[in-house]
């Protein structure tokens, strides 16, 4: 009976924000932006900002077919739980240096989480029993494994940066830290890792030079090849929801602690209600410039990559500017 | 509400399926040239689906020849539910130059019930822009008509 109002707060958390319908909404709306943005680069007048939001919902209704080779219950539960590790994943991440939950060890935790959506997509690709599915996944975890190196590195730069003599792994460290020194990015020893950083968004995210397992022109978009309707639609709200995740674990690394001298004062059951409005307005303008910047620039510049150069690439650019900077951080800078 | 949502979304958000069924790419290229820079039919929310089962709109042009017939009506089968069919230029419509030819199985309404028939050899990107937007309010009516 102690804890009715802890419970009411972590399911509003979880659902609302900055959870489930936080990320859906803010995700779309990025992924609105960012075609937006691409058209007006093209010199196309481009779709409405709403765009993804109405091919969402439209995929709501259509008929959700399921292939006689399918495994049913696979294949249509691998988009919610892509689905749900990305709205758990918005839970650590904070948003003007507040976060719902908070630990010790809250990258690694991240970490783990970001494999989950692509397995998922992996796992319903495969249960599909398409053999454009096969190719594609067999893509996925080439560009699974591709940036995977390059961001644990990133990360421990991030952690042996702001420890000193420890790794901080906890978000609540890191922006701490940045309060009292600046942002990050300003950090010339840094400086690499943000591009590295950068670099790796459009690849978890899979826009266009990094979409090889969902090349829609050579194989029919890979996994999502026999997917219809409701499932196609999570699945499509999955890429907008990481969107906004990889952009704000950025803003979290590199830009943070930017938005938390907002103190209006004005609180509503206990809760500063404005100052949280305000934050994550704040928070999804940041993550619409760094969307433009790492994934547009790029989507309209370049044509897709081989897979083999992909890998090649990541393993070879990213990952050294990520390891000039793990380097530079332990040698004192 | 969201019967509602849901079906002014699809008449937003229609996605292409292009089939060719032994056109002379005439008509391809100006559907293509209908999604460049300089008619940019993105602006209504058009998207070319890489595979049918993403698809709301079949495209189909072409004077179906023997040996896409099968083809042609198995892939529209693929395509979930409302979905419009629509036949660009005058092949798949009447034969066109093709008819009577051993090879050519042309009207397309013989297979499937076209919905919206873009008239010409090969039609503008213009008549083509109308003809895909009256589609998809097709689209949006077979939604509603589903709700019922």
Not at chain 1, 235 to 248: I, P
Request: glycine share 8%; with cysteine; net charge positive.
């Amino acid at each position: 009976m102690i804890n009715v109002l802890a419970t009411i707060k972590i399911i509003v958390k979880t659902l609302i924000f900055p959870g489930a319908f936080f990320a859906m909404a803010a995700g779309l709306l990025l992924a609105g932006i960012d075609r937006k943005v691409l058209a007006r680069m093209q010199k196309r007048i481009g779709p409405p900002v709403m765009q993804p939001t109405y091919d969402f919902f439209k995929l709501m209704g259509k008929e959700t077919i399921v292939p006689h080779a399918a495994n049913r219950r696979v294949y249509m539960a691998a988009p919610v739980v892509g689905f749900v590790s990305l709205a758990v994943m918005m839970l650590f991440i904070p948003i003007g240096g507040w976060c719902a939950f908070t630990g010790d060890a809250d990258l690694i935790v991240i970490l783990y989480l970001l494999t989950i959506p692509a397995v998922a997509l992996i796992v319903g690709g495969s249960a599909s029993g398409s053999p454009f599915a096969g190719i594609g996944i067999s893509r996925e975890m080439v560009t699974m494994m591709s940036y995977e190196l390059p961001l644990i590195i990133v990360f421990l730069a991030v952690a042996k940066k702001v420890g000193g003599d420890q790794l901080f792994f906890g978000f609540r460290a890191i922006t701490n830290w940045q309060i009292a020194n600046g942002p990050m990015i300003a950090q010339l020893a840094m400086i690499p890792a943000a591009l590295a950083m950068l670099l790796i968004i459009p690849a978890e995210v899979g826009t266009q030079p990094f979409d090889v397992a969902e090349a829609e022109t050579e194989i029919c978009e890979g996994p999502l090849i026999e997917y219809s309707g409701a499932p196609l639609g999570l699945f499509k709200l999955n890429t907008a929801v990481k969107m906004l995740v990889m952009t704000s674990l950025f803003t979290a690394l590199f830009l943070g602690g930017i938005t938390s001298g907002i103190h209006t004062g004005i609180t509503l059951w206990g809760i500063a209600i404005v100052d949280h409005i305000l934050r994550a307005l704040i928070h999804v303008a940041i993550s619409a410039v760094i969307t433009v910047v790492s994934m547009t620039t790029i989507h309209a510049a370049t044509a897709r990559l081989k897979i083999e150069h992909l890998f090649k690439f990541y393993w070879t650019a990213v990952t050294g500017l990520a390891l000039i900077s793990l380097i530079l951080v332990w040698i004192g800078f | 509400m969201f019967k509602k949502i849901i079906a002014a979304s699809t008449a937003k958000s229609p996605w292409i399926y292009h089939i060719n069924t032994g056109s002379c790419n005439g008509c391809d290229i100006e559907l293509v040239a209908v999604l460049t820079p300089r008619y940019d039919a993105e602006r209504f929310g058009f998207k070319l689906a890489g595979t049918p089962r993403h698809a709301d709109i079949v495209v189909v042009s072409g004077p179906i020849t023997s040996q896409s017939k099968d083809r042609l009506i198995r892939t529209l089968e693929q395509v979930p539910e409302p979905k419009v069919v629509v036949s660009i230029g005058s092949c798949p419509k009447s034969g066109n130059v093709f008819k009577g030819s051993y090879s050519v199985e042309a009207p397309l309404d013989k297979y499937c019930k076209v919905d919206v028939s873009i008239a010409g050899c090969t039609p503008k990107p213009e008549a083509i822009i109308e003809g895909l937007y009256k589609a998809a309010q097709i689209l949006k009516e077979k939604r509603e008509a589903m709700n019922k």
